[in-house]
């Protein structure tokens, strides 16, 4: 018969504890990580959706006044400056943004439309928007209120 040495049956003891504790923590460790990488998976593919939705790319390193066309919300897009307004921060563009608004007011069954404010500083009076109006302001655009 062998007998092993009390020092040897407390080592496997020892062991055999050591065994049942690391599972636990394994798998909890292995959840943690799992629950991370799903969550993960689902952030990005958010950003991925709301690039497509928008129709521009989505980029971490975008450079201010880079360029871009300005995005198409509406089936169909205007600039103030095809109405005649001035970003000039002199020239009074009431009357723009009203012959602006007036056509874009016609287009509310057709889906309605974009009003684009390019770059500049915009004069004007207070005047009545409309509905099916999305009004777009660029970089650097400013529409300020006088009084008459």
């Known amino acids: 018969m062998v007998e092993i040495p009390l020092l040897g049956r407390f080592q496997l003891h020892q062991q055999r504890f050591e065994f049942k504790r690391l599972v636990p923590a394994f798998l909890s460790t292995y959840y943690k ?15 991925l959706w709301q690039r497509n939705a928008v129709g521009v790319r989505f980029s971490f390193f975008r450079g201010v006044g880079s360029g871009r066309p300005m995005p198409r919300l509406r089936p169909v897009a205007f600039n ?3 109405f005649g307004g001035v970003g000039d921060g002199v020239t009074l563009n009431t009357e723009a943004f009203e012959r602006a608004v007036s056509a874009i007011s016609k287009l509310g069954k057709r889906g309605g439309g974009q009003l684009n404010v390019p770059p500049g500083k915009w004069l004007m009076v207070p005047f009545n928007l409309t509905s099916h109006l999305t009004l777009f302001l660029a970089e650097n655009a400013e529409i300020l209120g006088i009084e008459v």
């Open 33 to 47: 990580t799992l629950f991370a990488v799903l969550w993960i998976a689902a952030f990005v593919s958010v950003f």
């Open 80 to 82: 103030l400056t095809d």
